[in-house]
């Protein structure tokens, strides 16, 4: 049986191209049920507070530079949404005065006007962010050496080599309204994807490039980032692809309950836990990676109801 056109964007993939017993039950999670989903090799977590929540976020990206030696480097891949944690990374590293000279840094991913990743003079920039909101505010001599800091703004043959000459401890992102991390969004329907999406397979192969950005994620990006200018908002990035995902020991991705919606936060879950892969919710590829959490606030978990406004 063919699958439905999208909902959302009909030349495109994405989760409402799904086979509908699953949305439907992902609709009926409740947060107890969230926690439930957990089983080896995915972990749901809770936390009940703000600043439980990016506490517990900025320390994952001390726990991975603690780890860092002469000889053995080690980092974190982070996002940009969420971007809480970033200065409470600094103020962390501060306060304990945490040697980075061993550490590494890779940012996820960025954007791209024409053919070249834009530079930190555009106002979007997310290695802009990065810095001014994080690494900026590292006292000096504590700071990690420019040369250790990895952008996918250059030569992405390089970006993606790092991955096999240093240590990546923790892959940490967000979900973003299409389901994706970084910007693994689905791809368009058409040429081979006409009739279905990629493999889960295929699609793991994919590694640092630069994509086309589903409609969705632009319409997010402006509302979360540019107070709903889409005009703003680049559409197309380069962005860190599922084969440096895989060399992380960990996935975490963080749910405040902003980025993404009540429904899209369960049914990402539900397909991981399920073991059910599939290209058009790029999220749930981590079915298949071997250690992956989930976190969650627990005020941004809502319910799917209907609510009228």
């Known amino acids: 049986m063919a699958r439905p056109i999208s909902k959302l964007a009909p030349g495109w993939w994405d989760y409402t191209t799904l ?3 699953i949305l439907e039950d992902a609709a009926r999670l409740t947060p107890r049920d969230l926690i439930q989903l957990s089983r080896p090799g995915f972990t749901v977590r809770v936390y009940d507070t703000v600043e439980e929540f990016y506490c517990a976020e900025a320390l ?3 726990e991975a530079w603690k ?6 480097p080690a980092g974190i891949c982070g996002p940009i949404g969420p971007t809480e944690q970033l200065p409470l990374v600094a103020r962390i590293v501060n306060a304990i005065g945490l040697d980075l000279r061993h550490a590494h840094f890779w940012g996820m991913d960025e954007w791209v006007l024409g053919k070249r990743a834009a530079d930190e003079t555009h106002p979007l920039s ?6 001014e909101m994080c690494f900026n505010r590292i006292d000096r001599k504590l700071r990690m050496p420019a040369e250790n800091m990895h952008f996918p703004s250059g030569d992405l043959r390089a970006y993606s080599r790092s ?3 240093v240590r990546c401890v923790l892959m940490q992102g967000g979900q973003g309204e299409i389901k994706h991390w970084a910007f693994n969004d689905p791809p368009k329907r058409e040429g ?5 999406p990629p493999s889960p397979a295929e699609y793991r ?3 640092t490039r630069i994509v086309d950005l589903h409609p969705v994620t632009i319409t997010q990006n402006a509302r979360t980032s540019g107070g709903g200018n889409v005009a703003l908002v680049p559409v197309r990035a380069a962005t860190v692809g599922p084969v440096e995902t895989w060399k992380a020991e960990k996935v975490s991705i963080w749910h405040p309950g902003h980025h993404d919606n009540p429904f899209g936060m369960r049914l990402s879950a539900l397909m991981i836990s399920k073991r059910i892969p599939d290209a058009s919710v790029p999220m749930s590829l981590l079915a298949d990676h071997p250690d992956v959490q989930f976190n969650y606030l627990r005020p941004g ?6 609510e009228m406004h």
């Open 163 to 165: 991955y096999d000459q």
């Open 19 to 21: 086979e509908s017993g």
């Open 126 to 131: 997310f290695a802009k962010c990065d810095k």
């Open 205 to 207: 192969r994919l590694g």
């Open 301 to 306: 978990i809502g319910s799917v109801a209907v």
């Open 192 to 196: 081979k994807y006409r009739n279905a």
């Open 60 to 62: 994952e990206y001390i």
């Open 67 to 72: 780890q860092a030696t002469a000889d053995s």
